[in-house]
């Protein structure tokens, strides 16, 4: 856990006696640009994304979507992309204790998986979000937050690019762990919760529909006949990496925290 450096961050913003914390580190409007909201420094709105995305990145991927999608908004800041920022602060002086919680499997292993979501034409210009988490026992040891760089046209489109983005990390963490002297007797997991996208990446889809993404679903496909990786899909509700993509209610975020032993 952190809750030295989140009590030093309270603490600059004079938020660390709060009565009433917020339960989630955003509200539905997140994505939604308040019009006329006046501009603010830069630096100062700088100053505090890379600050709480520092904790993000390392122990807390509760906030990691809200802090990402706000310092997309960093060329140009707001005072109510400041607000939203201060509001993440907020809800850390309620959960400042919280930290990840590594155990092995009940069968005494600890197991890499991958979890992978994207949420379709999320952001105002149509763009996607995604995320992706790395999993070695019970909690991450890696999370991703990111907008899809080109526009998909579908919700399986979306999920199509997030899971090879995945396959790439389950090819490098295969690597790693390889190098290290720890021995993998299965393909690593990869949780999808889009059953189109499953069969498009293991079986190809319509060319006509695809042959865009035909470079991404090949890709895919040279994995799991190579044995890296083996597709698994987990229902929406019980994707953790749901919270990565998109803001979610306290009883959706929670119960994503409580899977992933982030307590």
């Given at each position: 856990?952190?809750?030295?450096?989140?009590?030093?961050?309270l603490?600059?913003?004079?938020?660390?006696?709060?009565?009433?914390?917020?339960?989630?580190?955003?509200?539905?409007?997140?994505?939604?640009?308040?019009?006329?909201?006046?501009?603010?420094?830069?630096?100062?709105?700088?100053?505090?994304?890379?600050?709480?995305?520092y904790?993000?990145?390392?122990?807390?991927?509760?906030?990691?979507?809200?802090?990402?999608?706000?310092?997309?908004?960093s060329?140009?800041?707001?005072?109510?992309?400041?607000?939203?920022l201060?509001?993440?602060?907020?809800?850390?002086?309620?959960?400042?204790?919280?930290?990840?919680?590594?155990?092995?499997?009940?069968?005494?292993?600890?197991?890499?998986e991958?979890?992978?979501?994207?949420?379709?034409?999320?952001?105002?210009d149509?763009h996607?979000?995604?995320?992706?988490?790395?999993?070695?026992?019970s909690?991450?040891?890696?999370?991703?937050?990111?907008k899809?760089?080109?526009?998909?046209?579908?919700?399986?489109?979306?999920?199509l690019?997030?899971?090879?983005e995945a396959?790439?990390?389950?090819?490098?963490?295969?690597?790693?762990?390889?190098?290290?002297?720890?021995?993998?007797?299965q393909?690593?997991?990869?949780?999808?919760?889009?059953k189109?996208?499953?069969?498009?990446?293991?079986?190809g889809?319509?060319?006509?529909?695809?042959?865009?993404?035909?470079?991404?679903?090949?890709y895919?496909?040279?994995?799991?006949?190579?044995?890296?990786?083996?597709?698994?899909?987990?229902?929406?509700?019980?994707?953790?990496?749901?919270?990565?993509?998109?803001?979610?209610?306290?009883?959706?975020?929670?119960?994503?925290?409580?899977?992933?032993?982030?307590?």
């Open positions: 856990s952190q809750e030295g450096y989140i009590s030093k961050i603490k600059e913003y004079n938020l660390s006696n709060l009565k009433k914390p917020p339960s989630t580190p955003a509200t539905s409007n997140l994505l939604v640009p308040k019009d006329g909201s006046p501009p603010i420094d830069k630096s100062k709105y700088l100053s505090l994304v890379m600050a709480l995305m904790l993000g990145r390392f122990t807390r991927p509760d906030i990691l979507h809200t802090v990402s999608y706000l310092a997309s908004r060329s140009k800041p707001t005072e109510d992309d400041y607000q939203k201060l509001r993440v602060v907020e809800y850390l002086s309620g959960t400042s204790e919280v930290g990840l919680m590594f155990r092995q499997n009940k069968s005494g292993k600890m197991v890499p991958i979890w992978c979501d994207a949420s379709h034409a999320g952001h105002p149509g996607g979000h995604a995320g992706i988490i790395i999993t070695f026992g909690a991450p040891i890696g999370t991703r937050s990111f899809i760089k080109f526009i998909c046209r579908s919700s399986s489109e979306s999920e690019y997030v899971l090879e396959s790439t990390y389950a090819v490098w963490l295969q690597c790693f762990l390889t190098s290290m002297g720890f021995e993998l007797d393909p690593i997991p990869i949780y999808q919760d889009n189109s996208t499953i069969i498009m990446a293991s079986q889809g319509n060319f006509k529909r695809t042959k865009h993404l035909i470079c991404k679903e090949s895919i496909k040279e994995r799991l006949l190579n044995g890296d990786v083996q597709l698994k899909y987990l229902p929406t509700d019980q994707m953790p990496a749901d919270m990565l993509t998109k803001p979610t209610s306290k009883d959706q975020l929670y119960k994503h925290m409580n899977k992933l032993f982030i307590r």
